[in-house]
Structures are given as structure tokens and as C-alpha cells.
């Protein structure tokens, strides 16, 4: 597959603890991407994080909160992410979408 050097990211921020239907809703996402035939999907476990509730999650250990901030990333073609943000809107019950313009440099695979 080739990308256009033009593309964009989106950003799931979401927390590990997140379910859809008994399953994590970070792996839900990136095998919702991948049926979709998508570039490619990334998941980023973070160290420390707050949201709209203001609870900061964090793995020290003093925990405040187990349930760790998780971004999902998904780079493509701005087209071919649109059905994908459609279904986030159902997958996630909280959390954040963002989206936003990127410039592809390389996308290599062998």
C-alpha cells in the first residue's frame, strides 16, 4: 500500500481498563482497523494521565488509579479513516478522538 504524502492521524485516548463487549477497547480498535485494511494502528501504554474526570491514573506505587492512559494512532488516507471515526463513535463510551494532518516522509514494509 502506498500513502499519499499527505494523510491523517487519529489519537483514541482511552483507559486499559476500557471494555467493548468483554475485550480490550484498545485491541477492539486495532482489529477494527485492520478489517478495515487500514495502514497500520499503534498502542501506546502511557506512565501517568488525567482525563475529564480529573482522576490521575498512574503506575507508581502509591497508586491513585491502576487504569493507565492508552492512545491508540492510526495513519491513512483522510477517506479512509471517515468509516473508521464513525464507529468509534459507537465503541467508545468515554475518552477522546482526536484527528489531525500529517506529513508521511516514508511507509515501508517488505
Known sequence: ?????KAERIRIYIGEDDKLDGQSLAEAVVREARSMGLAGA???RGLMGFGANSLIHTSKILRLSEDLPVVVEIIDHPDRLEPLLEKLDAMLKEGMVTREPVDVIAYRHS
Do not use: S
Open 1 to 5: 500500500m502506498k500513502l499519499l504524502e
Open 42 to 44: 499503534t498502542v501506546f
